[in-house]
């Protein structure tokens, strides 16, 4: 979705005498996500983009950091800039301040803007329909994080499928089964993507991932050794900035769990 192309047609077209597609221009960018099944079966989620809307709760269902981190990876490698939308904050505001401050810390820290939004009370609502204006935006996110209900409250004149949490297991159900794209009223396109519950990393080899985490890319030329691993080397700028806190804990395992499960995406 989100393909450019060139067609030919005399008139107007109809479904009787539809537009014949000469040709699909190069894109400028895109989103792909190979498959977590141990297949070798990889898709384009969109290409195309001005802006990833990556839709994420803390609770409700719970937020897998490491998940968020390899569509983040993935959108540093195929030049997506990219939204860090925090939704259903009136759930836990209030009750837990500590879990926004400290996931703020985490990904504001490695250089992604973070935007909290409320479906529910709209909070956030108007600053995101900003954010969003003549622009082309993937909304994508884990199953059951609002991501629906952020577009709906984003235009109330949109439809998409807003499903529940499932009460057994406090995760998502899917709703959204087909990727959709919608023009907004106050200008620009969403592509509405169905909720993900994994998201293989694509042509990227295992000493290629630490330069797609901004906050590794930036200390890494201080490494003693070159190529560095960043896991047992001596010297290494990447651990020491670990150790300071200039990276977080929770990124640098994110980064650890790539490396471990990088043959079983391939």
């Not at 935007?115 to 935006?137: H, P």
């Not at 109330?156 to 023009?183: C, F, N, V, W």
Request: aromatic share 8%.
């Amino acid at each position: 979705m989100g393909d450019r192309v060139r067609y030919e047609h005399d008139g107007a077209p109809t479904e009787e005498h539809p537009a014949v597609i000469k040709e699909v221009l190069p894109r400028d960018n895109y989103l792909i996500r190979r498959s977590t099944n141990l297949s070798r079966q990889s898709h384009v989620i969109a290409s195309n983009l001005d802006q990833a809307v990556l839709v994420v709760s803390l609770m409700f269902p719970e937020i897998k950091l490491p998940f968020l981190d390899r569509i983040l990876v993935t959108c540093e490698v195929y030049k997506v800039p990219v939204l860090i939308v925090l939704n259903k904050v009136d759930l836990y505001r209030e009750e837990a301040p500590e879990l926004v401050a400290a996931f703020r810390q985490i990904y504001e820290g490695a250089g992604y803007p973070v935007l909290e939004t409320s479906a529910r009370t709209g909070e956030g609502i108007d600053a995101l329909r900003e954010r969003c204006r003549d622009r082309i935006n993937l909304f994508s996110g884990e199953s059951g994080v609002g991501k629906s209900s952020v577009i709906k409250a984003l235009d109330p004149s949109l439809d998409p499928k807003i499903g529940k949490i499932s009460a057994a297991h406090l995760q998502g159900k899917h709703t959204t089964s087909l990727y959709e794209m919608y023009r907004l009223a106050s200008g620009g396109f969403v592509i509405d993507t169905p909720g993900l519950r994994g998201f293989g990393l694509v042509d990227l080899e295992k000493e290629e991932i630490s330069k797609y985490f901004p906050e590794m890319l930036a200390v890494m030329d201080d490494c003693r050794f070159v190529p560095c691993t960043h896991t047992h080397e001596p010297g290494c700028a990447v651990k020491a900035a670990l150790e300071d806190g200039r990276i977080s804990a929770e990124r640098y395992n994110s980064y650890l769990g790539m490396l471990e499960e990088d043959s079983k995406f391939r």
